[in-house]
Nanobody
Framework: QVQLVESGGGLVQAGGSLRLSCAAS????????MGWYRQVPGKERVLVAR???????DYAYSVKGRFTISRENAKNTVYLQMNSLTPEDTAVYYC????????????????WGQGTQVTVSS
């Protein structure tokens, strides 16, 4: 089994910062791309940022220059540093990782965390 556990969400005022963390654990052989998505009620879950094994990153246009994604491969952990937050960033943030399990299929599969609420007040 594999688990992704997120932490770091909460309530912050506009202009403030938060740092999200997501740690993967379990029977992990390797982790490929990791990323953060967000979802607001009534809308689809959308990509916020993604990072590959070698550190290449992609960001949604709306967060470029404000959010930074990083990872610590030795800890199977991905982070999202969020600065200059606005009320439009309010959402449930989900961690995603493409993980190949030990003694299982020889390719990775997507796993999701349980989500962490980020609320930005004006």
């Amino acid at each position: 089994q594999v688990q992704l556990v997120e932490s770091g969400g909460g309530l912050v005022q506009a202009g403030g910062s938060l740092r999200l963390s997501c740690a993967a654990s379990g029977s992990i052989a390797s982790i490929n791309a990791m990323g953060w998505y967000r979802q607001v009620p009534g809308k689809e879950r959308v990509l916020v940022a993604r990072i590959t094994t070698d550190g290449s990153t992609d960001y949604a246009y709306s967060v470029k220059g404000r959010f930074t994604i990083s990872r610590e491969n030795a800890k199977n952990t991905v982070y999202l540093q969020m600065n200059s937050l606005t009320p439009e960033d309010t959402a449930v943030y989900y961690c995603n990782a493409n993980i190949r399990r030990l003694n299982y299929r020889n390719y990775g599969e997507p796993y999701w965390g349980q989500g962490t609420q980020v609320t930005v007040s004006s």
